[in-house]
């Protein structure tokens, strides 16, 4: 019997150096993409997705994270005096249900691996799926509800992917491929960042994920792969042929926020769909294209 997913882990302990210096002051998941924080876009992904509890992964000078997700009452209640309905509406949107958000620290920077492992408590025999507030994806159904699809029909593990360019493979981990029926393909190995000569495919794996809880059993090992870390995807690659295990090409796009490149492609591409923003923004790009 498939278990129903209602759990996700945000992993949001890294120090964002590649913002410094707006990061010395704020968490990078606090970064606004037009009006709204890297976080909050994917809290709204999982719940969309039905998801409704959530587990930060912190660490030192993140409890803004936590903050940012609280009623702020006297705020509120100014807003409502002041009748700016709209405002209103836009930060009771970023709260969420009494008791559905914990935190806990990872005190040291071991590995996304070992961040899955430090929320042990919260997942505890439940899958649930990961979510890197990094990667922003813009879709009409989201990418987790997506992967949730994926995982009713499937069970197991599954994991969002998407093709890159056959020469950039030494970038990426790289799934070694099975059955592949042009969404959904068999994973039958993981291999990390292989020259483009030895690549077995050009599918790399995004910041989502649905993972069974028996991936802790590797993870409690805290055993240390690429770079000195705990790897998540070492853990994950013990797994296949014990549970089903697949890739979902995702349909949608794709930013790296954790790129300032990426950053800024997002700004564009999210605020171009907006009504009260569209206009102006492609009235602005016809200028800066022209002075190119």
Not at 10 to 36: H, I, N, S, W, Y
Not at 70 to 79: H, P
Not at 100 to 106: I, N, P
Not at 256 to 276: M, N, T
């Amino acid at each position: 019997m498939i278990r129903p997913l209602k759990k996700a882990v945000l992993p949001v302990a890294g120090l964002g150096t590649r913002f410094l210096p707006a990061t010395k002051a704020m968490p990078k998941e606090m970064l606004p993409v037009v009006d709204k924080p890297l976080i909050q876009y994917a809290i709204d992904e999982a719940r969309e997705a039905g998801i409704e509890e959530f587990c930060l992964v912190t660490g030192r000078g993140k409890d803004s994270l936590i903050d940012y997700f609280d009623i702020a009452f006297e705020l509120e209640a100014t807003l409502k005096e002041r009748g700016k309905k709209s405002a209103l509406e836009a930060i009771q949107q970023s709260s969420v249900r009494a008791g559905s958000l914990v935190a806990v620290r990872q005190q040291e920077p071991l590995g996304l691996g070992h961040a899955i492992w430090c929320a042990r408590s919260f997942i505890g025999n439940d899958p649930f799926a990961i979510l890197l507030p990094d990667d922003v994806v813009k879709s009409g159904r989201s990418c987790v509800a997506q992967l949730v699809d994926a995982y009713n029909q499937t069970g197991g593990n599954v994991v969002a992917v998407t093709e890159v360019p056959h020469e950039h493979t030494n970038r990426y981990g790289i799934l070694d491929t099975g059955s592949d029926d042009g969404k959904l393909v068999e994973v039958k190995g993981l291999v990390e960042k292989p020259d483009p000569k030895d690549a077995p495919s050009n599918l790399s794996i995004i910041g989502r994920y649905v993972m069974m809880p028996e991936i802790m059993e590797h993870l409690s090992k805290l055993e240390k792969g690429a770079g000195g870390e705990v790897q998540l995807t070492d853990a994950m690659a013990k797994m296949i042929g014990h549970v089903p295990f697949h890739g979902l090409r995702y349909e949608g796009t794709r930013f790296d926020c954790g790129d300032k490149a990426g950053f800024l492609e997002a700004q564009i591409a999210l605020s171009i769909d907006r009504p009260d923003l569209g206009g102006a923004v492609k009235e602005f790009l016809k200028k800066y294209v022209n002075q190119i």
